[in-house]
């Protein structure tokens, strides 16, 4: 990968760049096409980019967190480097970064709309205001509270907290004593850069039923288009670890009127209208329902399983419509059906040794990456979640589901764990 000229028509910032295995698609699609300049760090704490050097021109170690702070640190940048956009994909920055951008002037969805989404509570009273289809959700601010809220809501529910992510403390509870455990989750889970706190910090929902799809669209002009559909699959109930998502060509869930109507009309509930989204879907028997809606770019690289199966490059989207411009959404040819897995461990461990057996690999496999190492302790639910509890990932292509699922699965047999 060369490392990509700068060109006269301004820089692209990325506030914070997370994990090689999960980002690296974002980083060696946009920076063929923008020069970047990485933001990176948190409070107090200095970081230096590294998987991400060959991709930026330049980096600025700042508490991404502090949207003042990344002003300050955008004056103080060299006097050749003209920020013409910023994108920033990670959830916990989404609002300092749409607060950076706005002050600056350039295009940015506006920063209470963000917050609409990154507080799932917000997003569930605007969706509400709306009438736009979704769970029923209550916040409640103590164990009583919670029990009184499942009883009127029914059985079963699911609880979880206000403004985290990845899963982490998210449980169905069946029966009171389920809705103690999963309050208590809820509520002691803590990540260390979500710094917001609020009292009734536990949302209490009616359970969906069905499959569950996520929606992810290009939001510019006033234009909220629908361009990749996933399945996910979800396990270790009744925890909801993410297992894998699944994406189609040509899926028909992309046209489907009552799904774009729910996409459409959960954008303009929240008021979100610029960059990319997420958006997570229940298809319940009573139709498609809101699990919430992410004001970013989707993880999971579900944006590089669209673009596998032909569909935009919602990553380099993402930065076009950061810059201004209009995205290209045209289709190109690609695999009917691409996935990704990922793979845990039988139980709690401290990784030994980790590898892929490559002669086990099937063909079809687009990358397969490790996702810890040696020393690190790994933990289910309900004691950990994401990058706590997964061992490796593998994306494979092919020409059906099925296919991709056996492939998958032969991967997953091919992960090596040997406990410390
Ligand atoms: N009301 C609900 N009914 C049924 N399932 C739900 C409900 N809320 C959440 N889930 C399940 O839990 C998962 C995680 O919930 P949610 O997306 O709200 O939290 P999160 O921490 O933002 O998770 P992630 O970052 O993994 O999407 C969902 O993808 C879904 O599988
Ligand atoms: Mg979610």
Not at 40 to 47: D, F, H, L, S
Not at 94 to 116: E, H, N
Not at 221 to 237: N, T
Not at 247 to 271: T, Y
Request: net charge negative; charged share 20%.
């Amino acid at each position: 990968m060369s490392v990509p000229t700068p060109s006269d028509d301004g820089h692209l910032i990325v506030v914070s760049s997370l994990g090689a295995a999960h980002r690296r698609t974002f980083f060696e699609t946009v920076s063929a096409h923008y020069p970047i300049w990485l933001f990176v760090g948190g409070p107090g704490r200095a970081q230096e980019p590294s998987w991400e050097l060959p991709y930026v021109v330049g980096h600025t170690s700042v508490d991404t967190l502090d949207a003042d702070a990344m002003r300050a640190a955008v004056r103080a940048l060299p006097e050749h480097v003209r920020v013409r956009g910023i994108v920033c994909y990670d959830e916990a920055r989404v609002v300092a970064a749409a607060k950076l951008a706005t002050t600056l002037g350039l295009p940015a969805p506006d920063p209470d709309a963000v917050l609409r989404c990154r507080d799932k509570h917000l997003t569930r009273t605007a969706l509400d205001a709306a009438g736009v289809p979704q769970a029923q959700s209550l916040a409640v601010r103590s164990l009583d509270e919670a029990l009184a809220a499942a009883q009127k809501i029914g059985y079963p529910v699911v609880l979880k907290p206000r403004n985290l992510a990845a899963s982490f403390g998210v449980t169905r509870a069946d029966s009171d004593s389920d809705v103690a455990a999963a309050y208590a989750a809820a509520g002691e889970k803590t990540l260390p850069e979500v710094l917001e706190h609020h009292e009734d910090g536990v949302l209490v929902e009616e359970y969906l039923d069905g499959e569950e799809i996520s929606i992810d669209s290009a939001c510019f002009d006033g234009r909220i288009e629908p361009q990749v559909v996933a399945h996910k699959l979800v396990g270790y109930p009744p925890n909801f670890l993410e297992m894998g998502h699944t994406v189609s060509a040509g899926d028909p869930l992309l046209n489907d009127p009552e799904v774009r109507e729910v996409v459409i009309g959960a954008h303009r509930a929240v008021g979100f209208d610029t960059g990319a989204t997420h958006l997570e879907l229940k298809l319940t028997s009573r139709g498609p329902r809101v699990v919430e809606l992410n004001a970013r770019l989707a993880g999971g690289l579900i944006p590089y399983l669209g673009r596998l199966t032909g569909g935009a490059d919602l990553e380099l989207a993402a930065a076009t419509i950061a810059c201004g411009e209009v995205p290209d959404l045209s289709r190109t040819d690609g695999a009917p059906v691409a996935a990704i897995r990922y793979f845990y461990p039988p139980h709690d461990l401290v990784v030994g040794e980790l590898y892929f057996d490559g002669s086990a690999l099937p063909a079809s496999v687009e990358r397969a990456e490790l996702l810890t190492a040696p020393g690190e302790p790994v933990r289910l639910p309900p004691r950990g979640s994401a990058w706590e509890s997964y061992l490796a990932q593998a994306v494979v292509t092919g020409e059906t589901v099925s296919g991709c699922h056996r492939d998958l699965d032969a991967a997953g047999a091919a992960v090596v764990v040997v406990p410390a």
